[in-house]
């Protein structure tokens, strides 16, 4: 059986002789991660000048960038650090940037480790509301996105229902996100949420 003609548009004719675009997405990515390094390296540096008190499975891990290009159809970058992923528990604060969407920061915290943060994530509530935090609500812990079915900003919820919310869930994930047109002030902007949230994590609020 003779297979269907696969047609292009023009506008798809055109990217599929052009080679320039391609590298030009290349070089952002290379700078994206080049970012994302030197972020890491002021983590660090804050950690090592700061009393964060957290498991030694968590403070030694080496850090991580992880790319990709299909969340969602989209590359991506992730720099994980500190992280712990076991099989029944996770401990990490993860550095996201999503080509075409936002750069975010998330503590991620489940089993053994959500039993001993959930209480003070939930008195760390005004503090979270303070500074835009987002809370996940949603039952996959492994979604990055930030529409209303998977994250809502604290601030929409009475401390009542983000204490339920936090004591009910299998996990915590409190995040931020900002848009990629801040590129120049994000290295600044995401080292000071890494702070916030790893002193929730383990340091002193």
Known sequence: MKGA????????????MNADWILTKNNLLHKVNLLLANLQAQQQEYLNSTVIELPTRVISSS???????????????VLDFPKYFGQSAVLAVR??????????????VSGSFKKELEGKTIDSYTLLRQNGIFYCISTDEWEHHFEASNYIPVSQSDQNSFSTSIRESSFIKLAKQHPIEMWD?????LLSDFKLLINIAGGNN
């Not at 550095?95 to 075409?100: A, E, I, L, P, S």
């Not at 002030?185 to 902007?189: A, K, L, N, S, Y």
């Open 5 to 16: 003609k696969i047609r292009l548009s023009p506008e798809e004719k055109e990217l599929i």
């Open 63 to 77: 850090p991580k960038i992880s790319k990709g290009e299909n969340y969602k159809g989209l590359p991506y970058r």
């Open 95 to 108: 550095t996201m940037f999503w080509w075409g969407h936002f750069f975010s920061t998330t503590l991620h």
């Open 185 to 189: 002030e994000i290295p600044e902007i």
